[in-house]
């Protein structure tokens, strides 16, 4: 009887290798009927120094794992110089280094792929980790550890089961838990709630807007003012940089929706917003195959789609409230008005049927308490890990 070889882990260092990066993820999630395959050629961008503008300000360093020749796993580590320079109580800060994009076969491959991550960022100088990130925190954060049993919406990620338990093994804590909650988007909101949102429609210094998508590059910067004022203080925080934004905007730009993503105006000027997107996975799992390479067929469904999505779900990924106005009554009086105008729009325009907040830092007692407020439930959770080197 032949011993199975041990894993081997070495650096991606040529086009192949980066291709068999790209495709592993294809490979081990192909039987998980939960798991979407995103577009390839979006992958392919989004690990590509020259494609996605974070590596602007970002050192990285992708891994293989083999055993018998053949690739078993993955893991991408990386250290944004943005995340460098936040304060260390907020989270990231100096000497703190990211891995994420982990695939794996096994646990010993898992730790095999962990453990090389860990070695190049402490010969980069870097003393901790946070994971896993995928790449940033504005991207896939964290590792799903409840909700596994449904598919993720638009921009959530989704991992098998097994790791979370491989992570822990591998001498990880968690530090956190993000939450996104999930609602009955046809009910409407408790009296309380409508009470709340009527009063601030009769408030002659408030404005609820919808975007304009003719000024979509002014309104972005408009938001980007916002998020990044409103996140500042935000455990994890990194800021988003004019680059980045017109990467997302141009990549988002086919799901924008003028009736979907609202601005909250103060006495004419913007102090608040909140982005809605149509759930794209749900048409990408019926186009996409498992290797994210739709026929000509599911090309032109998944165009139709983007034209004109309907009984479709709603994925709130993004909301900010200027921080002279946070935990105040007016801040939760925005945010309200904001999500009714866009819960009655997705059911109106679109006949959505449910909607989806977050991710929600579990301290973030403002959110928390406005989901709860309106009934909705937490119906996954996502956890970040830490760890010394």
Known sequence: MVAEQQVTVTPVTSKA?????IDLAYRLNASDPNWVAQLRSEEVEKFSPGGNPFFEHARHQYFLARRDDRVVGRISAHIDEQAQIQPVEQGMGPGTGNWGAI???????AKALI???????????????????NLSVWEEPGLLIKGADHPPMVMMGHQNPAYQAWIEGAGYDGVKTLYTYDLDITQEFPPLIKKIVDMGKRNARIHVRGVDKGNFDAEARTILDILNDAWSDNWGFVPITDAEVAYTGKKLKPLVRED???IAELDGEPVAFMMTLPDLNQIQM?????????????????GLWTLKPRNTDMRVPLMGVRKTLQGSRMASQLAFMMIEAIRSNSVKNYNGQRGEIGWVLDDNQGMNAIAAAIDSKINKEYRVYAKGL
């Open 115 to 133: 453990a090389a991550a860990e070695d190049w960022l402490r010969g980069q100088g870097m003393t901790r980790v946070l994971a896993p990130m």
């Open 286 to 302: 019926k186009t996409n195959g498992r290797g994210g390479k739709p026929s000509l067929l599911g090309w032109i469904k998944l």
């Open 260 to 262: 979907l993503i609202m």
């Open 17 to 21: 290798d980066f291709n068999a990066f």
């Open 103 to 109: 695939e794996a076969e096994d646990e010993e491959s």
